[in-house]
Each structure stands twice: as structure tokens, then as C-alpha cells.
């Protein structure tokens, strides 16, 4: 049985982990802010964006380009976007539990983030590149590794790629996700609500007419790869939001467990010490006693 200076030796190293968790807690919470503001700014572009591709295909007529070439698929690309850093839950373990769906034989993969490729490492699973981002993530570096992903499918080293990633839906709701990059057949879609991602063909919106200077083809062309680095840039601001809550969340079920725990232990301490307490007045009245 632990004595009373055992147990408060462990209320004080509980108390001290409730004040750092507590402190976690309030920087993921400034950050998650930041994180959720950047996403949801983000989609309401994304949409707009789907609606000038798809007015710009219904005008381009027989319109081909390198990345909305359709073939075999025999080898398949997987951007991998994960975190950096734990202390957020189950968000890595529920998103590497989809990446190990993929074949191992006929899947490489591009990671983004410090945990996704230590994950690929340990399997040893076939890593292509590895890539960081900031907790705002920059659109240069969404463009860097879409860039690498565009390369591997036009030079025909991959004839798929696809994107794994973390949907932010709500503070307490983070759902792993996999959507297909290219090619570029299908265009991802956020409904009104901008919590949810629906597929639309590429197909115009509405009966409205457009014209385009100086095409419909050649503006499509240029507006293919700016859509592929945006779509990418998107996927991390929803990671990182995603992140970024679950982490303020765990901290903060932390800090309502060690609070829990020291009451239990406070608890347990005033009853020892009152036992203790007890036994010495006992055995004081046991010796008068016996000295008449």
C-alpha cells in the first residue's frame, strides 16, 4: 500500500502534466483557430474554380491534355498527408489505417509529413518524396508537391494518383479521406454547406454562355495545373485543420483526466492520513490505558 508521501509525490507530477497539457491545450486552440479560418476561406475559391473549369470544358470542344490522360492503371501514386507531430488523438492512426488498403507491389507514395513517412519507412513500403509544410500552409509548398506528382504521371512513371488526407468536418469530427488527383476525369466539388465534397462530371453549370479570350482550350490548358496545385493546397489546409483540432481536443481530455485523477488521489491521501491518524490515537489511549 502506498504511504502518504508516495501519494503526494504522485499529486504533484500529476499536477504538473495537467499544466502542461493545459498549456497545449491553449496553443492548439489559437492554432486550430487559425487553422479552420484558412480552410473554410479556401473552398468557396474551390468552387468557383469548379465552375469556370466546367464552363471551360463545355467550350473547349475535343479538348485533350497530359493530365486528363486515362490509362491502366499499374501503378498508382498515394500523396500521403500526415502530420508532424502526435499528441492528436487517433487522426494518424484512423489515416494510416486507409493507406494500408493500398497494394504495396504497385503503390508509391509521397508524403507530407514527418509521421506519414516514418509510417511508410517502417513498412518499408516504396517512398518517392518526402515533404513538410508550416501550420499555415504556404501555396508554394502545395505547389512543390503537386508538381512532383504531375511529373510522375506525365512521365508515365505512375498512371494514377491519388490524395489521402484528413477532412476537417467539425472541431470533434475528422474523417480520412481519399480523393483521386489525376487524371483529371472527376472535379471535387464542396457542397453549400462546406462541410461535405461531392464528384460533379466536368460539365457547365446552368444554360449562362461564355466566352473566352484567346480560348477555351488554351485557358483550360493553363487552368489544368493551377487546379491541381490548389486542390492539393486545399487538402493540407483541411489536414492541418483537422490536425490542429484533434490535438486541442486530446489536450484537453488530458487536462480533464489529470484533474479526475488528482481528485481521486486527494481523495485517497485524506483517507490514509486519517487512517493514520486514527491508528496513533488508538494506539496513545491503548498505552494510557494499560498505565492505569
Given at each position: ?39 473554410l476561406a ?23 491534355h ?7 492503371v ?6 500521403l ?18 493507406a ?18 516514418q ?119 483541411e489536414?492541418k ?6 490535438r ?8 480533464d ?36
Amino acid at each position: 500500500m502506498p504511504s502518504t508521501r508516495d501519494i503526494r509525490r504522485r499529486i504533484k507530477s500529476v499536477k504538473n502534466t495537467a499544466q502542461i497539457t493545459k498549456a497545449m491545450q491553449m496553443v492548439a486552440s489559437a492554432k486550430m483557430r487559425r487553422a479552420q479560418q484558412s480552410a473554410l476561406a479556401g473552398r468557396p475559391y474551390a468552387t468557383l474554380m469548379n465552375s469556370v473549369l466546367a464552363a471551360a470544358t463545355a467550350g473547349a470542344g475535343e479538348f485533350s491534355h497530359p493530365l486528363m490522360e486515362h490509362r491502366e492503371v499499374k501503378r498508382r501514386a498515394v500523396i500521403l498527408i500526415s502530420t508532424d507531430k502526435g499528441l492528436c488523438g487517433a487522426l494518424n492512426t484512423n489515416l494510416l489505417r486507409e493507406a494500408v488498403r493500398f497494394d504495396r507491389n504497385t503503390t508509391v507514395y509521397v508524403c507530407a509529413g514527418r509521421k506519414g513517412a516514418q509510417w511508410v519507412s517502417r513498412l518499408k513500403r516504396e517512398l518517392a518524396a518526402e515533404f513538410t509544410y508550416k501550420d499555415i500552409p504556404a501555396f508554394s509548398e502545395a505547389r512543390a508537391i503537386s508538381k512532383f506528382a504531375q511529373e510522375l504521371f506525365t512521365s508515365g512513371q505512375v498512371d494514377a494518383v491519388d490524395v489521402l488526407f484528413t477532412n476537417f468536418l467539425s472541431t470533434l469530427n475528422q474523417k480520412p479521406e481519399v480523393r483521386q488527383l489525376l487524371p483529371i476525369g472527376k472535379i471535387q466539388q464542396l457542397d453549400a454547406d462546406l462541410s461535405n465534397a461531392s464528384s460533379v462530371e466536368l460539365t457547365a453549370n446552368g444554360g449562362g454562355e461564355y466566352q473566352f479570350e484567346p480560348g477555351a482550350a488554351t485557358v483550360l490548358g493553363n487552368l489544368l495545373p493551377h487546379y491541381v496545385n490548389y486542390q492539393v493546397f486545399q487538402f493540407l489546409q483541411e489536414s492541418k485543420a483537422s490536425e490542429q483540432s484533434a490535438r486541442m481536443v486530446a489536450m484537453k481530455n488530458a487536462t480533464d483526466n489529470a484533474k479526475q485523477l488528482i481528485k481521486d488521489l486527494t481523495l485517497e491521501y485524506n483517507k490514509l492520513r486519517q487512517a493514520n491518524i486514527t491508528k496513533e490515537l488508538l494506539e496513545i489511549t491503548s498505552a494510557a490505558m494499560a498505565m492505569g
